[in-house]
């Protein structure tokens, strides 16, 4: 089928804690959602089936409560109201916007899914009812190519949004196509939780993902390209991701993924939304670990190893042996945790790398549980340059990275010089390992990783 993301460069509120008018709101919004028009027109145009629009791109970020009250729409999270915005625009109160996006699928015959802030009135006899009488949810819509509104899903894993209320329970949300099946929906900062993305995947064998985001790239293990092909090809679906793009904030990275091809913009430089329209295959296959050839030989314990060193990296504090040499076989280890790395050069150049462990409760900008397997290139010759952002990287290393990890979510992450991705030729479990490995990267080395997900230990 003929999937579209757009990246977009939305247009912000210059005040965003102010407050503003329904008219004034309804103003700024319509500014962005005629970007998106334009947009739709274009993917239709190119044959897309489906296109997926960003997170807070219709309205922005940075709000409080009470400023971003204006902008939110109504909507009604139940199932059962079959709604038309387009056709039946006076059904409800504050809906103008649901009714753009509903005619934008009409007019142009696609499916449409974008995320906007939204409100519902709530009875103090409800336990969970805010303080003023109303939720206030982030939430992706989706219409089919009638303009008929067919699921909602309220964003679980709030990152720093107090304007938002996370739902009193996890939506499961998914909808029906006819051209690829059952598509999940899902929100940014979820990608990284059990729930509801994991469980929503699992539990109805879903093959598509819609997936918009506001996401902020950190370099070395969770930039957006590097996390969402990692995703793709842990869960084996089809992932549909649109970021916003606004690279003074380290936001950019969209794509089509499948588990062994990608579509992506990444780009720091440019200041204008990028559309990306890829056709690609539906995934009929279950979700499976493949096991594959097995790693060779764990090193003995009387071997000169290199210096062991700490430094800190996304926050967290890993244990890292440099990577020197032609070629070699390492390890490093912390709590439970055990990585292995054997490596060859195919011309040794004068970058230092490192291979890293973390085996841990993350505590920042997030509580989640880690472990982490990373082999990354270092921002300088020092040790205390390693767990740097880097962009740019000449060395190309055939490797075999693998752990004994406990927990069977990991994410494999293969990020080449320039942000650009690469695929493992081989990857899987074996005796009681997870590994990955690769001949020949197609350029310069930055980040060969395990992320796993210990999601019973959050």
């Not at 489906?50 to 971003?68: A, C, K, L, Q």
């Amino acid at each position: 089928y003929v999937a579209a993301v757009y990246e977009h460069e939305s247009i912000l509120s210059p005040n965003p804690t102010a407050l503003v008018d329904r008219h004034s709101a309804l103003k700024l919004m319509g500014r962005n959602l005629d970007i998106y028009e334009q947009q739709v027109v274009a993917a239709a145009r190119q044959g897309a089936q489906i296109i997926v629009f960003p997170e807070d791109g219709i309205h922005g970020f940075n709000f409080t409560r009470s400023s971003i009250y204006p902008y939110l729409d109504f909507v009604q999270h139940s199932q059962s109201v079959k709604w038309n915005p387009c056709r039946e625009p006076y059904l409800f109160n504050d809906t103008e916007v649901l009714q753009r996006l509903s005619c934008m699928a009409l007019k142009n015959k696609l499916f449409l899914v974008a995320n906007l802030g939204t409100k519902q009135p709530c009875e103090h006899t409800d336990p969970h009812c805010p303080l003023d009488g109303r939720y206030q949810f982030n939430t992706n819509v989706a219409f089919d190519d009638d303009g008929m509104l067919i699921a909602t899903y309220r964003k679980h894993n709030l990152y720093f949004e107090y304007a938002f209320d996370t739902p009193p329970e996890p939506d499961y949300t998914f909808f029906d196509t006819p051209f690829a099946g059952k598509f999940g929906m899902f929100t940014c900062f979820d990608i990284l939780f059990f729930e509801p993305a994991v469980n929503l995947i699992r539990q109805y064998n879903l093959k598509q993902v819609a997936y918009p985001t506001a996401w902020m790239n950190q370099l070395p293990l969770l930039s957006a390209v590097e996390f969402q092909q990692a995703f793709a090809t842990a869960f084996n679906v089809n992932i549909l991701a649109a970021n916003i793009h606004h690279p003074t904030l380290g936001m950019t990275g969209s794509g089509i993924y499948t588990p062994v091809k990608s579509f992506i913009y990444h780009n720091m430089e440019s200041y204008s939304g990028k559309l990306i329209v890829a056709e690609i295959p539906v995934i009929t296959t279950s979700y499976e670990t493949k096991v594959e050839k097995t790693p060779s030989r764990v090193l003995e314990k009387d071997e000169q190893l290199p210096p062991f060193f700490y430094g800190e990296m996304m926050y967290d504090n890993f244990t890292f042996v440099p990577v020197w040499g032609e070629k070699g076989e390492l390890q490093v280890c912390a709590n439970t945790l055990c990585c292995y790395l054997n490596y060859q050069r195919v011309v040794l150049t004068d970058e230092l790398y490192a291979l890293g462990v973390f085996d841990g409760l993350h505590t920042v900008h997030g509580t989640y549980y880690v472990q982490a397997c990373a082999l990354v290139k270092c921002g300088g010759l020092n040790f205390s340059t390693c767990g740097q952002e880097v962009t740019d990287a000449t060395a190309l290393i055939d490797f075999q990275l693998w752990g004994n990890m406990s927990t069977p979510y990991i994410f494999p992450l293969l990020l080449t010089s320039g942000i650009t991705l690469d695929f493992a030729d081989h990857m899987g479990w074996k005796n009681n390992h997870y590994f990955i490995s690769k001949n020949r990267t197609s350029s310069g080395l930055l980040t060969a990783a395990l992320y796993g997900r210990w999601y019973e230990k959050d």
